[in-house]
């Protein structure tokens, strides 16, 4: 039986054969930046501090975004932020009840990265999936990312000293691995199979343009 590691080196080798993929936005789209001469002084400097505020903000986005794109075509950036997800899950589970202001965060941070992760699939990935006529699939991963979300409510709730938190994170891991597999494992690559070089890459762009927004 293939790796994790194994399949997605074959789903994207099965991909790549035709990978002269669109090299995106040129240049001229950032255009916006290309101020004239005929600005005074004051308006130039009032633009130049609200620049430089969107440049550190968009600078970090697009370093986050980097990472994300260095992972590959969609379903190998949502495994990654599966894997990454798992990570923080192992984390709260090595963690024990006098350390909940470490539980607090660790609930945070994952619950960032579910949020973001939810969002990429909820607005592209499960949308595509319904318009190749795979409605079943997308209605049960939708659903239970309601449990997923129950389930943070709860953790939230519940408060990092109580003597029922390693269970309900472990129960949690459960269901998220278990969803995460049935992605990676069934509905992805079927869904990826069925898609042509340009649809995979357009399918990639909008995961991409998702995930920089919610970062
Ligand atoms: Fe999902
Ligand atoms: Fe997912």
Redesign the pocket.
């Known amino acids: 039986m293939a790796t994790r590691t194994q399949s997605r080196a074959s789903n994207r080798s099965s991909n790549s054969s035709n990978s002269n993929r669109s090299s995106g936005s040129s240049s001229q789209d950032r255009s916006v930046f290309s101020w004239g001469d005929s600005a005074g002084p004051l308006l130039g400097a009032a633009l130049a501090g609200a620049a430089i505020g969107f440049a550190a903000n968009y600078g970090r986005k697009a370093l986050m975004q980097g990472m994300e794109s260095m992972t590959g075509d969609w379903d190998e950036m949502l495994a990654a932020e599966h894997d990454m997800a798992l990570a923080i899950f192992d984390k709260m589970l090595a963690t024990d009840e006098t350390q909940s202001f470490k539980r607090k965060m660790l609930l945070m941070k994952l619950t960032h990265a579910l949020d973001k ?2 969002h990429q ?1 909820e607005m592209v990935v499960y949308p595509a999936l319904r318009e190749a006529n795979e409605a079943a699939d997308a209605d049960h ?1 939708e659903s ?2 309601g449990y997923i979300k129950t389930f943070i409510f709860e953790l939230s709730e519940m408060g990092g000293d109580s003597p029922n938190w390693l269970e309900k994170v472990r129960e949690f891991r459960a269901l998220v691995h278990e ?2 597999h049935m ?1 990676e494992e069934q509905v992805f690559p079927r869904f990826k199979q069925g898609m042509d070089e340009k649809q995979n890459a357009h399918i990639t762009s909008l995961v991409n343009r998702d995930g920089f927004w919610m970062s």
């Open positions: 992760h939810s699939e991963l239970e990312h969803h995460a992605e």
